[in-house]
């Protein structure tokens, strides 16, 4: 029965055990759009099985699981796969099921544990990254905050460091200061992390970034440098404007906003605000607007801010991106090299993941675009 053949081939593909023949049997399945009912039903089938199973089962979770699936925006490639909306969701969902641990029992028997190779290409697999970053005190003393204990870090004049239960680092005021000690945080590739200024501003950084900061705001103005990407809730002070500089140029200026800056090396600027007000090199923006740098200049657009700030709420969320900006992702967010064997730029992407994925369930993913890759080590290698 289809039924059964569809519920084995998904099976085989969570554990990675899948053939060629197997592989291109599950794909023209899930090519054919009369199938999309099936699927669903599968899904849900596999949701109530994980509660028999070594994972924890929680209703409440499987739904948002499965509502982020049926609402997925799944652009595929424009050229030269058609727009099969329901084949990115196919996707999704095996991601995850696999995000969430959920190994399933197909007809109560348990399969053997995935296999990281893919007819040999894929040699090893890569964790996703975490929370990892490290912090230069003014002193120069650098702290590993993987590997610090919670509680106080440092004290520094007027402001104490502490690492909170949760992770993330909290800059707070034991009494008013007139010195500022400037500070450095930085990510790896592979790291993300969370901070709490001393003012009470919130920012989240992302892989391979770098923050520079005071550890008090005694002056007219807060002000912040950043190089790579950031989200920042700041809070409210009318009488002390919130300012973030980049080396590539872009000014932001705020006095209590939400809203995201992306300046890494190599591709454009940008800020995406989401909440209150910003003014991007005297430009303003309103919610839903980014500005973007091209050629030196400030570009105002509307954009989708759930793509902007997807990176903090844990997924990668692309439209119709190419495969360098696909790439250029994922070798940020698992320390990884990539290497091109094929020219493959006219393929474009759309739809999102879990970042919680190993790396190569991403790939096998990805995969379903007319792609293929090689695994060594880490390095990833594109070829056709």
């Known amino acids: 029965m289809q039924e059964d053949k569809l519920r084995h081939l998904l099976g085989l593909h969570l554990h990675g055990r899948m053939s060629t023949a197997e592989t291109e049997e599950l794909s023209k399945l899930l090519q054919d759009e009369s199938n999309e009912a099936l699927f669903i039903s599968l899904l849900s089938d596999m949701m109530e099985a994980s509660a028999d199973g070594d994972g924890e089962y929680d209703p409440a979770h499987w739904e948002a699981v499965r509502q982020r699936i049926l609402e997925a925006d799944t652009g595929a490639p424009v050229v030269p796969i058609r727009r099969h909306w329901w084949k990115w969701t196919a996707a999704a969902a095996v991601a995850g099921i696999l995000a969430a641990g959920a190994w399933m029992f197909l007809h109560k028997e348990q399969l053997p544990a995935a296999a990281v190779s893919m007819e040999g290409r894929y040699k090893n697999d890569i964790p996703p990254g975490g929370n990892r970053a490290s912090l230069t ?47 450095t945080l930085v990510t790896p590739r592979g790291g993300q992390f969370r901070l709490t200024l001393p003012d009470g501003t919130n920012v989240w950084l992302n892989a391979a970034s770098e923050l520079r900061f005071p550890t008090a705001f005694p002056g007219k103005e807060r002000k ?14 009318a009488s002390k404007p919130f300012m973030v500089k980049t080396e590539s140029g872009i000014d932001v200026q ?100 879990q970042r919680s994925l190993p790396l190569t369930s991403v790939l096998r993913i990805l995969e379903n675009y007319q792609v293929k890759f090689r695994v060594e080590g880490r390095v990833i290698t594109v070829i056709r």
Request: proline content about 2%; glycine content about 10%.
């Open 224 to 237: 912040v440098e950043l190089t790579g990407e950031a989200y920042f809730e700041v809070a409210k002070d």
């Open 254 to 353: 705020v006095l209590g906003t939400h809203f995201n800056i992306s300046a890494y090396d190599g591709v454009p600027s940008a800020v995406t605000l989401l909440e209150g007000a910003v003014a991007v090199n005297t430009k303003e923006l309103v919610p839903g607007q980014q500005a973007v740098q091209l050629n030196g200049q400030i570009r105002i657009r509307p954009c989708d801010t759930d793509q902007a700030v997807a990176w903090k709420n844990g997924f990668f969320n692309f439209s119709d991106a190419d495969i360098e900006t696909v790439m250029k992702e994922l070798e940020r967010w698992y320390d990884v090299k990539v290497r091109y064997e094929t020219d493959v730029s006219e393929l474009r992407f759309g739809g999102g993941m």
């Open 137 to 183: 005190l003014a002193s120069g003393q650098v702290i590993d905050l993987d590997a610090a204990a919670e509680g106080k870090l440092a004290q520094q004049g007027g402001t104490q460091i502490r690492k909170l239960q949760n992770g993330q680092v909290e800059y707070a005021g034991d009494e008013p200061s007139t010195v500022a000690a400037w500070n």
